[in-house]
Each structure stands twice: as C-alpha cells, then as structure tokens.
C-alpha cells in the first residue's frame, strides 16, 4: 500500500507540472494574439490621425499658399479675418502614445508639410494601402509612414528639392501624374474643392 501511495503521488504531481506547462504556453500565445491585435489598432489609428494632419495641412496650405510654421497653427489659423480652424485637436502618435511627431519640413521655407511617426518599430501592416499611401507598403519602420502633403496640379512644379518618390513616378502605366496629396477625409470623401487634383481624362482605347 505505501508504494501505490507514492506512485500515486508521483503521477499526480508529473500531472499538475504537464497542466502548469500547457496552462504557461496557452498564456504565451494569448499574449501574442493580443500584442499584435493592439498593434494592429494603433496601425489603424496611426493612417487615421496620419490622414487627419494631411488633410488639415492642406486646408491651410490652401487658404494662403503656404504651410503652417507649427502644427498648433492647425488649430488656430488667424490669417484671416475670421480665424480657421483646420484640425479639431493635436492627436498623439498612437504609436509611442506622445505628442513625439517628426515633422517634415518644406524644403524651400522649411515650415511644416507633413508629419510622421517618430517610432523606430517595424509595422505589421505590410500591402493593402490606399493609392495615396501606396509608399507605404513594405516599409520596415513607422518612422517611414510620411503623411506629406504635395501641393501641386497637373503640370505644376512641386517646391524646390522635392522629388517623387519612384513608386508613384508617371509611367506608361499611370500616364497623370501622381499626386501625393490626394487627400480623403479620414471616413471617406474628398476635401473642400482646390485642395485635390482633378481627375485625369479617360485615355482612348
């Protein structure tokens, strides 16, 4: 009988550290699974509140030919007789959770033309942007995610010591010019007219 009780024993304790390990690893992937869900969100988040200063560099860009020497100027734009507002808050980066922007100067006046995430981390969202994202694909930094605002029409030159990027440079196969500063609304549709380049004309077949 002491022997059965011991070899009992012995089992049930093997039984409870097999359980301690399955219980360990089951919690690990649960870990996983809810780390790259959040960092999907913030991805999310990050195109949204992208999208938003885009757009609201543009409107101010719009609204006098020049960009915003800061972004508080997004929220407060008295160039005008009756103040503009162009953004209704300063978002944070949802990437590092701080107001830790990078901005992007114009290479002519050095004021602000775009912002980007100042987080060195390596994005998960890899295909699948919107055309005026299209730059983003296949990047391995947030830091590379530039919501920049091109403000050019057809044949118009872009400010001095700008380039496009070669993703999105005229071809054969995208004959109009590309114009990074298509900008949509965060929910869809398109800004204020003047803001947006029009829509090239149908080619012949």
Same mark, same amino acid.
């Given at each position: ?12 304790? $093997? /039984? #409870? @550290?097999?359980? +301690? &390990?399955? $219980? /360990? #690893? @089951?919690?690990? +992937? &649960? ?175």
């Amino acid at each position: 009988m002491p022997g059965s009780l011991n070899c009992a024993r012995g089992f049930t304790y $093997i /039984g #409870l @550290l097999v359980a +301690v &390990v399955i $219980i /360990g #690893l @089951l919690l690990t +992937v &649960v870990s996983r699974v809810w780390t790259t869900t959040m960092q999907r969100e913030r991805e999310t988040q990050l195109l949204w509140v992208g999208h938003a200063y885009r757009n609201a560099i543009a409107s101010y860009y719009v609204h006098g030919r020049q960009f915003p020497q800061s972004l508080q100027q997004l929220l407060q734009d008295d160039r005008s007789p009756v103040p503009l507002r162009h953004l209704r808050q300063l978002y944070p980066d949802p990437i590092t959770g701080g107001a830790d922007w990078t901005l992007i100067p114009d290479p002519s006046s050095q004021r602000i033309m775009g912002v980007a995430s100042s987080s060195k981390a390596a994005p998960i969202k890899r295909k699948g942007f919107e055309l005026v994202d299209a730059v983003f694909a296949d990047t391995e930094c947030y830091c590379v995610w530039q919501f920049i605002y091109w403000p050019r029409r057809f044949g118009a030159p872009l400010p001095s010591g700008v380039n496009v990027p070669p993703s999105t440079a005229p071809n054969p196969g995208n004959p109009a010019p590309f114009n990074p500063g298509l900008n949509t609304q965060p929910g869809g549709g398109l800004l204020t007219p003047g803001t947006t380049m029009p829509v090239p004309p149908a080619r012949p077949r």
